[in-house]
């Protein structure tokens, strides 16, 4: 069974989504644990729930962002993790955390990547006009939202859409390609080859 860590800063929809399926689906891989960088994070409550381990390293309580980074990987450590799924966490990680993760930790983030990488990627989307819109699910480098691309998810713009649509659309079919890719991931189907990502089956887009 391969052990997943999923790291939150929120609400953990995606979080949820992919706990469900792992269990729903028999995935070979469980999630061993949740953990937040904020204490109000609203998914915490929904693992525990579940049974699922959960744990707390406050950003706020550290003088530095590599002391952060220290402590948080010594929490994951000691869930002994095979992947480390981002899943709407919103602390930029050091080199040192990612090449601690290389390959084995993904995000998803909400724009069609190399599109808006950082924050706010709706607004700027609707900003520029966008007639498409989307989510990428992408392995960790340390460039931001720069990884290797596992899966991508296509959704329409429409007319008098504002950010708060936008984001709901492209959260639904988060929702589809996020679980998929980690389920690719626990059954060995992805290789990295450099900065691109083999797929052994299946179509690694969707569009909604
Ligand atoms: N870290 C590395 N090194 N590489 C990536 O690709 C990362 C990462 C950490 C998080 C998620 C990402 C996203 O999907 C992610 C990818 C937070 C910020 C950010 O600016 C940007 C991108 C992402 C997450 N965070 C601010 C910071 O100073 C804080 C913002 C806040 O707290 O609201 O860390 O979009
Ligand atoms: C998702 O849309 C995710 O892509 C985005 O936040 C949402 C989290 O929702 N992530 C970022 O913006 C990271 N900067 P969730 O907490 O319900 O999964």
């Known amino acids: 069974m391969k052990r997943i860590v999923i790291l939150i800063s929120g609400r953990g929809s995606n979080m949820q989504a992919i706990a469900e399926r792992c269990a729903d689906q028999r995935w070979p891989a469980q999630v061993v644990a949740v953990v937040a960088n904020r204490p109000d994070a609203a998914g915490l409550a929904w693992a525990a729930a579940r049974g699922i381990a959960t744990a707390v390293v406050e950003h706020r309580a550290f003088a530095t962002r590599e002391a952060f980074d220290a402590a948080l990987a010594e929490v994951i450590d000691g869930f002994a993790p095979d992947l480390v799924a981002l899943a709407g966490f919103m602390r930029i990680l050091g080199d040192d955390f990612v090449r601690r993760y290389e390959g084995r930790m993904l995000n998803t983030h909400p724009s069609l990547l190399p599109a808006f990488p950082g924050l706010h990627t709706h607004r700027r989307a609707l900003e520029a ?43 639904a079919v988060e929702h589809v390609i996020y679980p998929q890719s980690v389920r690719w991931f626990v059954e060995g189907r992805l290789r990295l080859e450099g900065a691109r990502v083999h797929q052994l089956d299946g179509a690694s887009q969707v569009l909604m």
């Open 129 to 171: 006009g966008c007639q498409v819109v989307g989510a990428t699910v992408h392995f960790v480098t340390p460039a931001l939202d720069h990884g290797p691309i596992v899966m991508q998810g296509v959704v329409p713009v429409r007319p008098g859409d504002d950010e708060q649509a936008l984001a709901e659309r492209v959260l």
